[in-house]
């Protein structure tokens, strides 16, 4: 089959035009956002060009079907509050390319994806958990966003799209393409990464309660500071993870929200997102350990009520051997000597995927390595690469049945 990368470069670019934000090539299109629901709007109409047969079930997850068996490709096209143009966004017009590739050719049958919420705005990959299968429709519904917004009255703004449930039956298997989002093939300068296995992960809300009082009259030693809390427990968690992780092994506090977060008020309060991501299940449990076992001896020193909130979680997942050796062999064809096999450190839809059908992926480069941020790109060079990676593969599996 034959890509077409000016208009795949056309469309990619159009994306972005829904919230286009930021300096370079920065967009915010959070799950459920006017511009979310304008770009799957936008979207929609690109399948239905494409003759696929467009379904949208209730969490908002946008599949343009081939009809009949076929082959699923795909990712999202929701983003982070400050995101890049291709997370995600390249996946989803990469597999709209193959599916008009393919269509133009005779075949394999390609249809086509995109999920709603990768970026947890409410969860962790919601709609394609959702989709898969690890949430329920109504486990998902009682998320909220950090604003206090429940997913179930976010997804209305969805509601007008929806025909309802989409069976997983019809398809043979998943690809995602994505950008690394990371350092390793900027820094080789290798062109492609053929994905061996997707990390785990666990997220979750901390509390820390204490007493909102003057910030000029309470003395130092009767405080009893949630952001004093917050900082000793992140000192104490680093010194204390040093002994149980790899270097492979991360976590982040990335959203703290101080009550009232003021300036000459203690802060009572302190709620943040405690996530951390690791290869290995038994490491991401003792990693928990030691973070629930370090918040309890804080919240003692420190005069705090602790709680934790529901912890989120997704297992590490490996590739489908044969989806990755006809990428593999795409590599071979497209950058000969100039790709690798890497692990995913980024969490991906084909993780929920994987639970429904045979998943694999696909990386391009980040160029410096950076992604949700503003700053995100990848060379128009690579991101075709990436395409035509995936019209070699499809053409190697067409006998797929
Ligand atoms: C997905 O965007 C992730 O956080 O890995
Ligand atoms: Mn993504
Ligand atoms: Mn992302």
Redesign the pocket.
């Known amino acids: 089959m034959q890509i077409n990368p000016e208009r795949f470069l056309a469309d990619l670019h159009t994306l972005r035009s829904f919230g286009a934000a930021g300096v370079g090539k920065g967009v915010v299109r959070p799950a459920y956002s006017d511009a979310d629901v304008a770009a799957r709007q936008w979207l929609a109409q690109r399948m239905r060009d494409a003759g696929l047969h467009v379904q949208v079930d209730a969490m908002g997850n946008l599949f343009g079907l081939a009809g009949g068996p076929s082959l699923l490709m795909g990712s999202h096209s929701d983003s982070?509050p400050e995101g890049g143009w291709l997370?995600g966004a390249l996946g989803v017009i990469a597999a709209l390319e193959v599916a008009r590739a393919a269509a133009e050719a005779g075949g394999p049958a390609v249809s086509v994806v995109s999920f709603q919420d990768?970026?947890?705005r409410f969860g962790v990959?919601t709609g394609s958990a959702v989709w898969g299968g690890h949430l329920t429709l109504s486990e998902a519904d009682r998320l909220t966003d950090h604003g206090g917004v429940a997913l179930s009255e976010a997804r209305q703004a969805i509601v007008e799209m929806v025909t309802g449930d989409v069976s997983a039956d019809q398809f043979t298997g998943f690809i995602e393409l994505h950008i690394e989002q990371g350092p390793t093939l900027d820094t080789s300068g290798e062109q492609i990464g053929v994905v061996t296995d997707i990390v785990g992960?666990r997220d979750m809300k901390v509390t820390f309660d204490g007493q909102q009082n003057h910030a000029g009259t309470t003395p130092m030693h009767l405080r009893r500071d949630a952001f004093q809390a917050v900082s000793a427990f992140n000192a104490a968690l680093n010194e204390r993870l040093r002994n149980i992780v790899t270097p492979q092994s991360v976590w982040t506090i990335g959203h703290v929200s101080l009550h009232p977060n003021a300036s000459s008020i203690v802060p009572g309060r302190a709620v943040f997102s405690m996530q951390w991501r690791d290869a290995d299940t038994d490491r991401l449990a003792r990693m928990e350990q030691v973070i629930r076992n370090t918040a309890s001896e804080i919240a003692d020193d420190h005069g705090m009520k602790l709680s934790f909130g529901t912890m989120l979680g997704l297992e590490p997942v490996a590739m489908d051997s044969r989806l990755r050796s006809a990428l593999e062999a795409g590599a071979d064809t497209v950058a000969p000597d100039n790709w690798r096999t890497m692990p995913s450190g980024?969490?991906?839809d084909a993780t929920n995927v994987s639970r429904l059908m045979p998943v694999a992926m696909l990386f391009v480069p980040s160029i410096g390595g950076v992604s949700?941020t503003f700053e995100e790109d990848t060379a128009e060079g690579d991101l075709v690469a990436g395409v035509r990676v995936l019209a070699e593969a499809m053409d190697r599996l067409g006998s797929m049945p």
């Open positions: 982070q997370d990768e970026e947890g990959t992960i980024a969490l991906h949700h």
